[in-house]
């Protein structure tokens, strides 16, 4: 548990120097320089630590146990904002709302308690950049799962996202208060704090907050990467919520794929009739889970739609899963208004319970699925990023009816400072170094390449067997790979032993045994950059490395 929560803690202050914290800087530094009280940051954040804890695990349920609309408490925080914003630009507008709105007027200005609502109300508006940890903590929300250990990791979430916010507030206070044209022109630098949270809220109420982060490259997100998508914080988060539900395989081994099951509403279909996927056997269908305030899913659609206009008339249909972070992306008209405004014209199906989302035991936003004309789970990436590779398996499930070029849209992913996920079947295979084609589904002979393999390319020696997901070895079966991390790790299966060797050196022998899972392969102090190979007993499974 303790592991858990230091993942959730350094998942929250990388949200808090991510783009996605840009749009309630101002209303911090405007919030905190107005008042020379040293304990008014600390009031402001620990509003924000409540309030978006509070929000992000009961703020649905308790808005639906009322029968109030779901984006209730974000409309009341923006209007509180703006009355904030009115009362610092006029003394006379503070003076009016005083009585009747006490709480809301400048006398917040300059208390601990009121710094406390202004907090709250910035909690009510933060949208974070998601990971695993908050998706996880969000889907159990979601389905009434809240248990102390949920609110525990939603707190410490809450709490590293609320520390680089707070150094962040005491900064401006005090360079503020010690800049001397603040001081003989307090009642200037006021009115200038109210234009600035006036004009923040405004650009949060019609969503010019996210035009804008979504503008700014996603600097944090391979540092997100590495702390939320390590093989441990995978294994923490799946002991949060469980296992999820078993994805049925098809006699061949591949996993068909869950139905759409649980949706409240439909969108983009005729008549906004539902979809199945037995009725759209015969197509490639992309299934992707997203949330319209999500930075990560919006930066990905320029993608989807170009794929949407290139390919639906050779036979891809895509699929929008639409499962909410926040209790105001589950009204169906802002979900409605959103799909307008993002000009995304393919099905959109809103998953408010999260029954589809578990079904395929998804556990990020975005994340892709790829179904082939059979039914069946082809591809699966999580993230952003890999759009050429997605687009490649999306041609090759097409086959022959796809007439038009590949699509141009630039990738503004940032790169990854490790080696990506490499995945060693062939249908997710990438910078493969053999001369040698893969010979698909039968037994081969490979031969390493004579000359240097360049950065994360991966080549094949000796007899393999390479199927979609897996290979399985041969004799004299060895695998080269030029990484680059802190940490190796490779899901094995089988029965026997594997010898690796990182730039020639032995490094270690793993013994295999049993059904698939993650073995470590080597661990470093720091960043190393090695050329790994791996010789494995015949009849031994290698499915995909992963890197920390």
Sequence with gaps: MLVLLGIAFLAGVITAISPCVLPVLPILLAGSATSTNRRRPYAIVA?????????????????????????????????????????????????????????????????????????????????????????????????????????????????????????????????????????????????????????????????????????????????????????????????????????????????????????????????????????????????????????????????????????RKAGLTIVGVHSPEFAFERVPDNVRSAVDRLGVRYPVALDNDFATWRAYSNDYWPSKYLIDKAGRIRYEHYGEGAYGETENVIRRLLGERVKALPTSVADRTPSDVTTRETYLGYARIENFANSRPIAFDTEAQYRLPKRGLGPDQIAYGGRWTVEPSRIVAGRGARLRLNFQANDVFLVLAGSGRVQALVDGRPVRAIRVAGTPRLYTIARYPKLTRGLLELRFDPGLEGYAFTFG
Excluded at 88 to 110: C, D, N, Y
Excluded at 116 to 128: Q, R
């Design 47 to 311: 509003g924000l630590v409540v309030s978006f804890t509070t929000f992000t695990l009961a703020g649905a349920a308790l808005l639906s146990a009322l029968g109030l609309p779901e984006d209730l408490l974000r409309d009341i925080a923006i209007v509180a904002l703006v009355i904030l914003a009115a009362s610092l630009l006029s003394q006379r507008v503070a003076w009016i709302l005083e009585r009747p709105f006490l709480f809301l007027t400048r006398r917040r200005v300059g208390q601990d308690s009121n710094g406390f609502v202004v907090g709250l109300s910035v909690g009510l508006v933060f949208v974070p950049c998601a990971g695993p940890v908050l998706a996880a903590v969000t889907a159990l929300a979601a389905s009434g799962e809240i248990t102390f250990r949920i609110v525990l990791v939603t707190g410490a979430y809450a709490i590293g996202a609320a520390i680089p916010m707070l150094a962040i507030a005491i900064g401006g206070q005090r360079l503020g208060s010690g800049m001397r044209i603040v001081r003989t022109h307090a009642g200037a630098a006021r009115k200038a704090a109210g234009i600035v949270v006036g004009a923040t809220a405004l650009a949060i109420a019609f969503g010019a907050d996210q035009r804008f982060t979504t503008a700014v490259p996603g600097y944090t997100e391979a540092l997100q990467s590495r702390i939320e998508q390590s093989s441990r914080a995978r294994e923490e988060i799946e002991k949060l919520g469980g296992a999820g539900e078993a994805v049925a395989a098809t006699p061949g081994g591949i996993p068909k794929a869950p139905d759409f099951r649980g949706i409240k509403l439909w969108l983009n279909t005729p008549g906004e009739k539902p979809l199945s996927l037995p009725e759209l056997r015969g197509r490639v269908v992309l299934v992707d889970f997203w949330t319209y305030s999500c930075i990560n899913c919006l930066r990905t659609l320029p993608h989807l739609k170009a794929w949407d206009r290139a390919y």
